[in-house]
């Protein structure tokens, strides 16, 4: 059932958890499609699409008992589950990640650090300490690190991502603004912040000059 | 015409834009929708729908001319008007963002940096010095600044949001993982890095778990 879910479903998955969670917090325990719709600013047929592919039942009159939903794409997601990564570039942005910690509430530990600056190798930042890339492979190989952000300028990027792939890591956030190549099997999930300011752009264009 | 663009659209437009720059440095001056749409993973009656509502038009058996839809693309993005944008937030993540800059190329010139922390104010960041956030509204007005970057924590980022609104401000790339409630017409665009790490996750999950 799974392998049928779209991109589109992908895509709009978080933004279900994060609704959902906020009604949970308000003590709302059932939710129609509708409803939800609303807050998410698509139809309620799209919602019930969704969770149809999903596997979310809901109860006709009553809506969707919101705790188990919850539960169940918490599940879907991954969330229960503790990953441990490992953040690769600790310039500015690595670093902005590290200190801005959003990874622990979706059980990503952070558990290593690595950079080429020798400036920073040795530094703490949250309490772990930045290695040499040169431990890079081995650090993956011993502790079986299958996740990892890569936050590394654009020209080395490639190499880097390959490098981590041969070593076990199976799944990359991609900050490096380039293509990694890598093969299908390992799960990508690319950030380009160019693409959104870009979108920024249009919309204010369409707002204010159209 | 473009108050029916969708926001599916609007997510695939930098995409296309991307796509057609590239084949413009390959010489190539023609393309049809399926050869798009293969580069983009999407359908070719979807490209076609897509440029059927911006209004850009191919011609049978040739396809699409690369370099006029580069151009029109380029134009409803407003890329190639010069936005003067303003930083406010030089932590890690705003510095990151003016060192790795990916604005000029878009036509965003960065002209001002802000920041409430009295050791950031008065340090130069790519030539730019920051100010404290207590001259912010006199130089949103001074200097007629429409667009902003928003990189401040959470629970400041509402307030400041609506300060830089009332002084001029009508379109905001928010990274401050909050949402600003601000009128419908200002132009937000927000940074949800915990929604593609969850992404991350799920795609993960599907891939290795399942």
Redesign the interface.
């Given at each position: 059932m799974?392998?049928k879910?779209s991109k589109?479903t992908?895509?709009r998955?978080?933004?279900y958890?994060?609704c959902i969670e906020e009604m949970l917090t308000q003590g709302i325990d059932h939710i129609s499609s509708s409803a939800l719709a609303k807050k998410m600013d698509i139809t309620a047929s799209l919602v019930r699409q969704d969770f149809n592919v999903l596997g979310l039942f809901g109860q006709q009159g009553y809506g969707y008992p919101t705790q188990k939903i919850y539960l169940k794409i918490k599940d879907?997601?991954?969330?229960n589950?503790h990953?441990h990564i490992i953040i690769v570039g600790t310039?500015?942005?690595g670093?902005?990640?590290v200190?801005?910690n959003?990874?622990e509430?979706?059980?990503?530990h952070i558990v290593g650090l690595f950079d080429v600056n020798p400036r920073l190798i040795g530094l703490e930042i949250s309490g772990i300490k930045i290695q040499s890339i040169d431990n890079l492979e081995e650090f993956i190989k011993k502790n079986r690190i299958?996740?990892a952000v890569l936050t590394v300028p654009e020209n080395c990027a490639k190499k880097i991502g390959k490098q981590m792939v041969d070593a076990g890591i199976?799944?990359i956030?991609n900050f490096s603004?380039t293509d990694l190549n890598l093969p299908e099997?390992i799960?990508v999930?690319n950030?380009?912040?160019?693409?959104?300011?870009?979108?920024?752009?249009?919309?204010?264009?369409?707002?204010?000059?159209?």
């Open positions: 799974q392998n879910i589109a992908i895509v998955l978080p933004q958890y994060n879907l997601m991954g969330i589950c990953h310039g500015n942005l670093q902005a990640l200190i801005n959003h990874f509430k979706y059980g990503f299958t996740m199976k799944a956030w603004h099997k799960t999930e950030i380009c912040l160019s693409d959104s300011l870009m979108k920024l752009s249009f919309r204010f264009h369409l707002q204010n000059v159209s």
